[in-house]
């Protein structure tokens, strides 16, 4: 992979996974209400998530659910449905005692699932396969599985440092959030963003 592909990709990640959406404003939440360490635990399922879901479009599954108008519906509906649920859920918790498993169930395998349902997430390791994949620079790529080894790595690196970045602010902010009414309504604005997001989904 050349200089030129690696600053873009590293460009294009960078913009993707420090920008705001389901994942980072999950992980933010769980390490506002539940600690750090429990946020942990997300914050690593979902690059290992990504990297499954890239795997999977590499194998050409992402074609079909992406072209396939039954399959990408269901994808955006389950995903949409699942954000809503969690923002319901969310948006109840005002106590830091009252947040468990029943008010944010967020665990690893939940986190991991959570990527193949996020149609966005889709759309990009449709767009990584097709861009630094089986294409290099403009022509069919000779190496195309080294070429999507240096794609996970890259995006490991990112999805756990973005997921990371958040759960600390998050983390950070718990003392904070403690007193008075602050946490519910931190708590409903992270709620309005999984909205927002599930809504803007819907439109992909």
């Not at 954000?83 to 319901?88: D, E, I, R």
């Not at 290099?136 to 794609?151: D, F, K, S, W």
């Not at 990112?158 to 309504?185: E, K």
């Amino acid at each position: 992979m050349s200089a030129a592909e690696l600053t873009a990709l590293l460009l294009l990640c960078t913009a993707m996974s420090f920008s705001p959406g389901p994942n980072t404003t999950l992980s933010t939440a769980l390490a506002a209400n539940l600690g750090l360490r429990r946020a942990l635990r997300f914050c690593l399922a979902v690059p290992t998530g990504w990297t499954l879901l890239m795997l999977a479009c590499g194998l050409g599954l992402g074609v079909i659910i992406t072209t396939v108008p039954a399959l990408r519906w269901g994808v955006t509906l389950t995903g949409v449905a699942y954000m809503l649920w969690l923002a319901f859920k969310l948006s109840r918790a005002g106590q830091l005692v009252q947040v468990d498993a029943s008010r944010l169930q967020v665990g690893f395998w939940q986190g991991v699932g959570l990527q193949f349902v996020n149609i966005k997430a889709w759309m990009l390791a449709l767009t990584l396969s097709a861009g630094w994949v089986v294409n290099a620079a403009g022509q069919p790529a000779t190496n195309p599985g080294e070429r999507l080894a240096i794609v996970c790595m890259v995006m490991v690196g990112f999805a756990f440092s973005s997921n990371f970045v958040y759960a600390l602010v998050g983390s950070l902010l718990r003392q904070w959030l403690a007193r008075g009414a602050r946490l519910l309504w931190f708590n409903r604005a992270l709620a309005l963003v999984l909205v927002v997001t599930a809504s803007w989904m819907v439109t992909l």
